[in-house]
Structure formats: structure tokens, C-alpha cells
């Protein structure tokens, strides 16, 4: 059956929270992990969503990959094709979101330039569950401006301008416009009319204005015909009732219960987001935690070993454990001088996707990662393909499960974006998990 929506994310945990928001919203939706093969067989969704590690990689690369994903998608019917990134917006003047979403609309326009949106996209990031709003054009976290957050620090691609009608600017070589809320206010028709009028003005690229659901409620219905929306997971909250508005759809799904969980509960931590700071040190005062080096990784195997020792120990004790490398911005600069920016973030993740493959075959069978990058780096290693999205823990961020082989308990996952999460995510995640995966009437 022909699904109804192709979603393509830059990152794993970013994809995650999409599909959690479309599962809440009442779609059938599994997570690829990569793109999927001619032969995978997806079983009977509305939505997929695939995840890929596009975010900061070399832009020719992110391009690449984003448009074989378009085409798995269009092979499989997708009537609107959603280019997801983060409500943060995490992107360098180099890209990724202008260059992949004007390959994107560029492959999408040779068929549908005739479509309402054929020859224009919109960014709409916020997530206003999770304090992401944008303002005449500027992106908010919570009541402060994108620059003084904290994502200013991230080591990857510091945030630095708000000003998004700027900064995409300077990723695209198309005009760049806005939708701005007094034009929301007026309601769909009006906001309809002012995205005709800049296409027509040649205007490729909208960012959208959003403060809270009642917007994303307007721009959901202002662009459900568009053959490709960009932005963040509030724009997935509000899509799927839209599709039923259009007999896309026919019924609210349920979510899927969990299989019920079984194994060591691992936490691995390679975001330096400040939520996640916050979060590790919540979880020391409860549990130990062994703290990785990107120096002492880069300098022989011994430092990884250590780290594997103590969490075996500590696993073997039936504690929960968590290994990190997430450290405050000077940390992150002393190694990123030493070794390099790109070879910091590398020592980090092989390291995690070490950790996670080696822990897992020996029995870790629930583990949270934080941070996207390092998300990427464990799925992968675990060679997971398809993720089915269970119940949440905090907006943005479901429990996960994938079938692993010779077990019959799934692995259960939770990939936290960087910056989502209460102070005592890491704790409660494992609580929530086992009142997601309870029997009924047990619970
Ligand atoms: N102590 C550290 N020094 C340098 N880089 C680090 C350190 N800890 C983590 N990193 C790297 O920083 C990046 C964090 O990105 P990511 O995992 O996407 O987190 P977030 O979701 O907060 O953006 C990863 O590439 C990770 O390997
Ligand atoms: O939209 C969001 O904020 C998230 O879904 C997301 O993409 C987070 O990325 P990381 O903070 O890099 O995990």
C-alpha cells in the first residue's frame, strides 16, 4: 500500500522524535535506518521515516544520500515528502538544509511544478512543546535568542545567528522570504495567498513564523498539497490531521505496546548539549558513570578498555550505567584544539559504538544514547535497520525497539536529542520503560 508520508531526517535522534510526534498524531509510522533496500518490506504504514547521518557531513554527501532516500520514497507512493532537521536548526554557512532542500525540490519540481508549492518549500523548525518558536524569522529556546542558549557552544556547528532568513541566506543561492506571524494570524486563505505571492516573486525558500500549536495548525493546512515541507517535529504533530481532512487517512492508529524489555541498562552520553549536562550530573548523584577522554581515546586502546571494564562491573551489579564523554564548552575546545574538531567527535563516537556493540552482545538489552552524531554512531554499529516507535518519555524523545537475533526480548532504545529531556531523563527513561512494556492491568 502506497504510504502517505516520506519523511527524510539528517539525523537518527531527529528522526526518532518525527516519528514519535506522527505515532502520537495518530499515523502508522516505522524509523529506516538508512535507506532501505528495494526488498525491505516496511509492513502496513502511513509514514516512514528515514534516518540518516546527513547533518554534518560534507554537503555533495548529504545531497547524495537525501535524494536516494527521495526516491525509495517515491517508490513506495509518499504524497508529501518532509525533510526533517533540527527545531534548533544546527547547520554551518556550508549547509546541510539550503544545498538538500534544494536538491530535493529541484528532483521534486520536474514532476509536480504544477502542485500548489511545486516551486517553493517552507522551514518550519519549531517544536513549541519543547520551547522551539521562531519570530519574525528569529529562532527562540525557550525566552532566549538561538545565539545565547547554549547552541552557541555546540561543538559540531555553533549556532550563531537567530536571524534565520539570514543565516539560510547564506546556504542557498535562492531568495529566501518570510512568513510572518501577523500573516499566520490571519488564518489559512491569507497565509495561503502570501506563499503564492513570494513564489511568484521567485521567492524559493519560506521560513515560517510559529508560536505555538494553533499556528502549526494553520501552516499544516496552508501546506498539505506542498509536494515538500521542511522543518522540525511540531509540523508532524499537525500534518496527519490534514491527511484525514483529505481521505488520506482513514482512522486514528493506536501506538503499538512495547514488547516487554529484558538486560543491562546502559546510558550512553556523547551530547554536550546543556540539557544533557544537566542531565549527566543528575544521574552521578544516583548511579555511577565513567567519563570518557577524547585525549586519553586518541592516544591508545587502554582508556576504551577501562571504560568497557567498568561498565561491565558495574552492569554485572545490576545498576544502571552510564559511560560519557558530554563535557562543558572549554573541555570541548581543549580537545577539539588538540585533535582537531572532526577527529574529537570521531575518537567519541567509535569509542560509543564500540561500547554499545560490545555491552549489547554481552547482554545490555535497554540503552539510552544522547545526542544525534553519537545516536548515529551506535545504530549504526549495531547494525539496526528498522526501529518500531513505542510510547514517550519527554517530548521528542519515544522508546524504541528493534527484533536482536538469538534473543527473544527486542533491544529496547531511546535516542535523546541533545538538548530534549528533564533533569532526570537518564533515571526515569528506565521507570517509563517498564511501565510502557508492563501487561495489561499489571501496570
Ligand atoms: N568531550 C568532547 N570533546 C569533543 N567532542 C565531543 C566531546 N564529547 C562529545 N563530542 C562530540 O560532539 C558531538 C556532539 O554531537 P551530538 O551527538 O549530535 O550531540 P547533540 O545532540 O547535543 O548535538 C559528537 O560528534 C561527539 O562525538
Ligand atoms: O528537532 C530537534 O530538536 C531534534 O529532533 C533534533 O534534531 C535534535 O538533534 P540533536 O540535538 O543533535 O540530537
Known sequence: MAIVLG???DDFTGATDLANNLVRAGMRCVQAIGVP?????????????????????PSGEAVKESLAALEWLQARGARQIFFKYCSTFDSTDAGNIGPVADALLERLRATQTERLGGTQTVMVPAFPANGRTVYQGHLFVGDRLLNESGMEHHPLNPMTDADLVRFLGRQTPHAVGLAARPVLARGVDVTRAHLRSLAEQGVRHVICDTLDEDDLAVLAEALVDYPLVTGGSGLGQA????????????????????SPAAGGALVLSGSCSRATLGQVDHFLEHHPGFALDPLALAEDDSHLTEAMAFAREQLADGAPVLVYASAEPERVREAQAALGVERAGEQVEQAMG???????????GRLVVAGGE??????????IRQLRIGGQIDPGVPWTQAPWPGREAPLSLALKSGNFGAEDFFTRAFTVLEELTAEEGSA
Open 354 to 364: 564500540q561500547l554499545a556493540r560490545t555491552l549489547v552482545d554481552e547482554g545490555v
Open 7 to 9: 519523511a527524510i531526517a
Open 239 to 258: 500534518l496527519p490531521e490534514q491527511y484525514r481532512r483529505r481521505g488520506w487517512l482513514d482512522e486514528v492508529s493506536e501506538p503499538g505496546r512495547l
Open 374 to 383: 553519537t545516536s548515529g554512531a551506535v545504530v549504526s554499529a549495531l547494525g
Open 37 to 57: 533496500t528495494a526488498e525491505t518490506d516496511i509492513g502496513d504504514v502511513d509514514a516512514v521515516v528515514v534516518a540518516l547521518k546527513t547533518r554534518s557531513c
